[in-house]
């Protein structure tokens, strides 16, 4: 029966993708000698290990709506799930290289995108939960499947610029967020009322009228 050790090796994102891709490279060994393995349908559900690295000042203040105050995190600062990713591996014996690819989220109501940008500088640490199905051949025998064992894992610290470096190919200078509809058809009105170019210009011009009555009370 197999017996797999799963490390990524890397990271990269992946070019000309249709939406932001960053491929994980994954290096798969059996430790069963001259065991062919025919295929391998794995799945990886990938955390992010917050607990398992130093914050600065700045990036605090920007987890704090993730967390809450720095005080607190004791008590609240904790793993988050990412995302979960699948690859299919094909034939080999002893060991190969595969591509997990990872779809990335811009979207600031999910919790990995306001971790991802709070961060300013340093590496990631994930944690790559492994499952699937395994179909192999022993020596002299026939097809056999098995399950990849519950604790089969993995750990990577993902350099942060590798992340910046592909949402910044994506969306430049730009930031995703998602309105719910009755809102955005006010702020949309709101614009379109005033005469105002961009939707961008509309919230600025939104925010300055909130500031000056906040100043003149």
Same mark, same amino acid.
């Given at each position: 029966?197999?017996?797999?050790?799963?490390?990524?090796?890397?990271?990269?994102?992946?070019?000309?993708?249709?939406?932001?891709?960053?491929?994980?490279?994954?290096?798969?060994?059996?430790?069963?000698?001259?065991?062919?393995?025919?295929?391998?349908?794995?799945?990886?559900?990938?955390?992010?290990?917050?607990?398992?690295?130093?914050?600065?000042?700045?990036?605090?203040?920007?987890?704090?709506?993730?967390?809450?105050?720095?005080?607190?995190?004791?008590?609240?600062?904790?793993?988050?799930?990412?995302?979960?990713?699948?690859?299919?591996? %094909?034939? $080999?014996?002893?060991?190969?290289?595969?591509? !997990? @690819? +990872?779809?990335?989220?811009?979207?600031?109501?999910? =919790?990995?995108?306001?971790?991802?940008?709070?961060?300013?500088?340093?590496?990631?640490?994930?944690?790559?939960?492994?499952?699937? %199905?395994? $179909?192999?051949?022993?020596?002299?025998?026939? !097809? @056999? +499947?098995?399950?990849?064992?519950?604790?089969?894992? =993995?750990?990577?610290?993902?350099?942060?610029?590798?992340?910046?470096?592909?949402?910044?190919?994506?969306?430049?200078?730009?930031?995703?967020?998602?309105?719910?509809?009755?809102?955005?058809?006010?702020?949309?009105?709101?614009?379109?009322?005033?005469?105002?170019?961009?939707?961008?210009?509309?919230?600025?011009?939104?925010?300055?009228?909130?500031?000056?009555?906040?100043?003149?009370?």
């Amino acid at each position: 029966m197999p017996d797999l050790h799963i490390r990524v090796e890397g990271a990269e994102p992946v070019p000309f993708a249709a939406a932001p891709l960053l491929s994980l490279k994954l290096r798969i060994e059996n430790a069963v000698p001259n065991e062919t393995i025919h295929t391998i349908a794995l799945r990886a559900q990938i955390h992010i290990e917050a607990t398992r690295r130093r914050y600065a000042d700045p990036e605090k203040d920007r987890l704090m709506d993730l967390f809450g105050e720095p005080e607190r995190w004791s008590r609240t600062l904790r793993p988050l799930l990412w995302t979960h990713a699948s690859t299919v591996i %094909t034939s $080999f014996t002893g060991s190969s290289i595969a591509d !997990l @690819q +990872v779809p990335c989220s811009f979207d600031f109501n999910i =919790a990995a995108t306001k971790y991802f940008h709070a961060i300013g500088e340093g590496e990631i640490p994930l944690n790559l939960l492994f499952s699937g %199905t395994i $179909f192999y051949a022993p020596g002299g025998s026939g !097809l @056999q +499947v098995t399950l990849i064992p519950w604790d089969k894992e =993995a750990r990577f610290r993902l350099p942060f610029q590798t992340w910046r470096a592909m949402m910044d190919d994506y969306y430049p200078n730009t930031a995703w967020v998602a309105l719910h509809r009755d809102l955005f058809d006010r702020v949309y009105e709101f614009k379109v009322r005033n005469g105002i170019p961009t939707l961008e210009a509309a919230l600025e011009r939104l925010l300055e009228a909130t500031a000056e009555r906040a100043t003149f009370g």
